[in-house]
């Protein structure tokens, strides 16, 4: 992931972007802006990656997570399922000991394990909160940014 181009965020943009993000309380207190890359747009506070579109949705970065330590929409997984979704996995049932029960199928959530809550990817939710701690079998969570893919070393 390359960055072609970087400009300053203002009013309505800035706006748009806390809106988005309060979901995950996070707070945009400092220099925002657009870095434009070769993958898609990835907004920069104070120059780190924090936050990225994907599909048109304003997701945080697991850099912002660690950042921000949000409380919301979090889903978390036993240390057995660390090393796949370090690697981009979904999220699959088995692997879920909680997650926040007022996330809805398609709401963006992200994942930390049990250990330490350290977040480690975000994702779309296939399932609700409920569902992901009840289910047995199959994925709840679709990975679209994980620990050590382009994003997390964009600006390394």
Same mark, same amino acid.
Not at 47 to 59: I, T
């Given at each position: 992931m390359k960055v072609l181009k970087r400009h300053h965020l203002r009013g +309505? @943009? %800035?706006?748009?972007?806390? &809106?988005?993000?309060?979901?995950? @309380?996070a707070e945009l207190d =400092?220099?925002?802006e657009l870095a434009e890359t070769d993958s898609g747009d990835v907004l920069l506070l104070n @120059? &780190?990656?924090?936050?990225?579109? *994907? +599909? #048109?949705?304003?997701?945080p970065t697991v850099r912002g997570l660690m950042r921000w330590a949000p409380e919301r929409r979090r889903v978390t997984v036993d240390m057995g399922a660390v090393k796949f979704i370090y690697n981009g996995a979904d999220v699959m049932a088995p692997g879920v000991v909680d997650a926040d029960p007022s996330v &809805? $199928? =398609? #709401?963006?959530?992200?994942? #930390?394990? $049990?250990?330490?809550?350290?977040?480690?990817?975000? =994702? %779309?939710?296939?399932? *609700? =909160? $409920? &569902?992901?701690? *009840? *289910?047995e079998v199959g994925r709840v969570v679709g990975t679209v940014h994980h620990v050590g893919d382009e994003l997390w070393n964009l600006l390394d």
């Open positions: +309505d @943009g %800035v706006a748009e972007a806390r &809106e988005a993000l309060a979901a995950f @309380g =400092g220099v925002v @120059g &780190e990656p924090v936050a990225f579109y *994907s +599909d #048109d949705r304003l997701l &809805e $199928e =398609g #709401d963006a959530v992200f994942v #930390d394990e $049990e250990a330490h809550h350290k977040p480690l990817a975000v =994702g %779309v939710a296939l399932v *609700s =909160g $409920e &569902e992901m701690v *009840s *289910s």
